[in-house]
């Protein structure tokens, strides 16, 4: 199957700065990329939607300027979390469609857990 | 939006014996369910899926059923071994919601050998 690969998978920072996430789709292209967010033992929370070369679409309660993307290429999604305090800290993960497909399986990046001291 | 309920929150069998997770939906224009299997600190991974214009499927000790009228659908694990102890989740979207998934709460299941 196709590969979503993501950096840091973990990463310790301190309140008030900024960090900033990878995903890669390493063998295929995706004109849109998932953001989610979770809790321990909790659910997958959708964040927000980023589409190549336009802007991210955030669901209801995210904050856009918390939670910065940018999707500059077909293989390159960014979440950049700003002035990061701890409770924001959680696992993020991202996920793809291959080939922009708009249905069908949806591959997951490894996740990065960000701890915000 | 859609909201998928997802039950037993947490499941506790015997190996050798079958489990069951049942998941609801809200928007009856969903129609593509998978369900992934989550292990401790990794990815979730599809297991199986289903769409809405099949009623069940199966693959190897995995089974899926949907029913459109009620809008729920479950996942059916038989046979069952420790390595399936893992956090499922079921989910369901459709292309008018950008085919976005919206995830049940999940279901431990945990494997007694």
């Known amino acids: 199957g196709a590969v979503v690969s993501q950096h840091p998978s973990r990463v310790i920072c301190k309140s008030g700065t900024s960090v900033k996430i990878e995903c890669r789709s390493l063998?295929?292209?995706?004109?849109?990329m998932f953001w989610y967010r979770q809790f321990p033992k909790q659910s997958l929370m959708l964040m927000a939607t980023s589409n190549e070369g336009s802007k991210a679409t955030y669901e209801q309660g995210v904050e856009k300027d918390k939670f910065l993307i940018n999707h500059a290429s077909l293989t390159l999604s960014t979440l950049t979390v700003t002035s990061a305090h701890p409770e924001d800290s959680s696992f993020y993960i991202c996920s793809a469609r291959e080939g922009g497909a708009l249905t069908g399986e949806l591959f997951f990046g490894e996740g990065s857990r960000l701890t915000v001291l | 939006g859609e909201n998928v309920e997802q039950h037993p929150s947490t499941l506790s069998v015997q190996e050798g014996d079958s489990a069951v997770i049942k998941c609801t939906y809200s928007?009856?224009?969903?129609?593509?369910f998978p369900w992934y299997k989550q292990e401790l600190g990794k990815r979730p991974q599809l297991i199986i899926d289903i769409r809405s214009n099949v009623g069940e499927k199966k693959d190897q000790r995995i089974a899926v059923t949907l029913n459109k009228t009620a809008k729920h659908f479950s996942l059916h694990i038989t046979e069952t071994q420790p390595e399936d102890s893992a956090v499922y989740f079921c989910a369901a979207s459709h292309k008018a919601a950008g085919n976005k998934l919206t995830f049940g709460g999940g279901t431990r299941v945990l494997v007694k050998p």
């Open positions: 928007d009856s224009a969903s129609n593509y």
């Open positions: 063998d295929f292209q995706a004109t849109t």
